[in-house]
């Protein structure tokens, strides 16, 4: 027998892995963000604004609280929305932050981290061919998340003339009788920028006007600055009927890594994705949920201090590239400064890539981020103030050596 | 130390101290309210309605190092401001001062730092204050607060080796005209030194680009 199936191996050929991938997925292109990153792990000294997370370590009374779960042996299985307890500082949280009042037992949902509920959200809403509007430049997952639920995503190009917005009338322009549902993301990763109650009025009309469900990826809503109040486009009349808000603690409590995220929305979707979610993933780690009750209780003065810190950072890098000759607007929200290249003469990946290599300053190329980024680079500021001041230096060398040239 | 207490208001002290003479009320002559406190206290800015701190002394506080032209773009002021600020600040001694913050154990392994309970006699007049800024004087006393509580004044003293400490103890503090008694409790090991923790931060290990 033995020798048989040994036999039986040795015949076989290489085979070519890559013809059994399914269409929708082989098609969908590598983040351009993640070849960028594999050049820089072969380097050394290099100071990085590529990053997209806090740079703070999660504050200790979270950690404190997932070690206490720890011990207290919550290692088991929670319930597919997740904890009770959880769901409750969420609905109250959002109700304080947003001021819509959701159900927890049953418009509430804790994900794996905002990627997951967002994922969640598309595949319990789209058939093959629907369309999802989304504004660009945007979080690198939007596009291909539509692509692998089998949605057609359509991008609404914004600019830095309009602050980044997205406007009204540019997603009225690409609605279709196949437009199923508007994504928005604000503050938004790359740009940092905000949508008010006013902006998001002509949105939400538009929305009930054209029947779209908006998915509002509202993760960085605790990263506003100069004293802006977050708006959240659920909170205007009639729209928590059509809305998913998402959210999750990542970005404000400092807590990548902890996973959790969480979808607000009326009971039907939140049943829907709930059905996806119990099968796919179960349900999100014990301990991290833990640590997230702590985080949604009691932690807003440790996120006061961090917006205070992150905001001055702010300050001084917009200051230091509009000096350099990188054109930037002030962001009113996020960790990131989207400054302009196109004086350099380079488009946004030679600029990132010679940056890199010559400087040893990693930013991530606009274009990234969608076409309409182009000209552009993202540095997160979530970076200790000596390190972001080496990079400003470093920059100015650079973009000084390049105007010798 | 920049100093916070004036965002504590007069009422808060006074309703602390009252309890603490509820449950002490017999031991001590100066635990009667509330001459007491309005002797003690007078020096709170308790009229300054409470106002969050200049993110200015917020920066500096944490590091003052960091230069003045760049303490101008974090906040979006002209350094002129700065300046202006910082020296108004220095002239009303807001900013006592600038200190490395020292791992003193690496400096000096026998040095020695005590932290002494002083029972002392209020004096009519001048309650705590004169008593309490005679024994601050000593170079040895690091710093020195009026308690409420069951003694009055904690010191925190810094010495060579313990022998310093033991006489500065019995030579200088207790014979002080006026101090009752002293309690004297010595520092095994230092976890964390004016908000630093001396362990080296974890350092997390973050991936250098990401979404």
Request: glycine share 6%; net charge neutral; hydrophobic share 40%.
């Amino acid at each position: 027998m033995i020798s048989r199936s040994w036999k039986l191996g040795a015949t076989f050929h290489p085979m070519d892995f890559s013809k059994y991938i399914a269409d929708h997925v082989r098609e969908i292109p590598r983040s351009g963000i993640r070849d960028f990153f594999e050049v820089v792990q072969t380097m050394t000294d290099v100071i990085s604004l590529g990053i997209g997370e806090p740079d703070y370590v999660t504050p200790w009374r979270i950690r404190e609280a997932a070690i206490f779960a720890m011990e207290r042996g919550k290692t088991g299985y929670t319930s597919n929305l997740g904890l009770p307890k959880l769901r409750h500082a969420v609905a109250k949280y959002i109700k304080r932050r947003c001021g819509v009042s959701y159900h927890p037992s049953t418009e509430v949902l804790i994900s794996v981290g905002v990627s997951e509920a967002l994922d969640l959200a598309l595949r319990a809403l789209l058939n093959p061919g629907d369309e999802v509007i989304f504004h660009e430049p945007s979080y690198v997952s939007y596009n291909p998340s539509v692509l692998l639920s089998r949605g057609k995503p359509v991008s609404v190009r914004t600019s830095s003339e309009h602050d980044f917005r997205v406007l009204a009338e540019d997603i009225e322009r690409v609605i279709t009788p196949h437009s199923k549902a508007l994504l928005l993301s604000f503050p938004t990763n790359p740009t940092g920028a905000i949508l008010r109650a006013e902006d998001l009025g002509p949105i939400a009309e538009l929305c009930s006007l054209h029947d779209l469900i908006v998915l509002s990826d509202e993760i960085y809503c605790e990263l506003v600055y100069d004293g802006t109040e977050h708006a959240s486009i659920a909170a205007l009349p009639g729209m928590k009927e059509r809305t998913v808000l998402l959210n999750g603690c990542s970005k404000s409590y400092a807590m990548t890594g902890f996973r959790v995220g969480y979808a607000c929305a009326p009971a039907p979707m939140i049943e829907a994705m709930m059905k996806i979610h119990q099968y796919a993933i179960m349900c999100a780690s014990n301990m991290s949920q833990e640590a997230a009750i702590e985080a949604l209780e009691n932690c807003q003065k440790e996120v006061e201090i961090m917006r205070g810190d992150y905001e001055r950072r702010r300050n001084y890098v917009v200051n230091r590239l509009n000096e350099i000759g990188l054109p930037c607007h002030t962001p009113k929200g996020t960790f990131y400064v989207f400054p302009e290249i196109t004086s350099t003469g380079l488009n946004s990946t030679n600029f990132s890539l010679q940056l890199l290599r010559s400087k040893r300053v990693a930013v991530v190329p606009g274009s990234a981020f969608g076409a309409s980024g182009e000209g552009f680079v993202r540095c997160c500021f979530a970076t200790g103030f000596d390190r972001l001041k080496g990079a400003m230096d470093r920059i100015a060398e650079f973009v000084e050596e390049i105007g010798r040239r | 130390m920049l100093s916070c207490s004036g965002n504590l208001s007069e009422s808060f002290w006074r309703e602390t101290a009252w309890r603490v003479v509820a449950s002490n009320a017999p031991k001590f002559t100066k635990h009667s309210f509330p001459f007491f406190l309005s002797r003690a206290i007078p020096k709170l800015k308790t009229q300054n309605s409470p106002s969050p701190m200049d993110p200015l002394l917020e920066l500096l506080h944490q590091n003052a190092n960091v230069q003045r032209a760049d303490l101008a773009k974090l906040l979006n002021l002209s350094i002129e401001e700065i300046d202006r600020r910082i020296d108004q600040y220095e002239k009303e001694r807001v900013i006592l001062g600038y200190q490395a913050v020292l791992d003193s154990e690496k400096i000096d392994a026998d040095a020695v730092t005590a932290f002494i309970e002083v029972s002392i006699t209020p004096e009519r007049g001048g309650g705590f204050d004169r008593l309490a800024e005679r024994i601050a004087r000593f170079d040895e006393v690091k710093s020195c607060w009026l308690m409420s509580g069951g003694y009055d004044l904690a010191i925190l003293v810094e010495g060579g080796n313990l022998r310093e400490i033991a006489r500065f103890v019995s030579e200088k503090l207790s014979t002080v005209d006026g101090v009752i008694s002293t309690a004297t409790r010595f520092r095994l090991k230092t976890y964390k030194q004016n908000g630093m923790l001396l362990s080296q931060p974890a350092n997390a290990e973050r991936l250098s680009v990401s979404p």
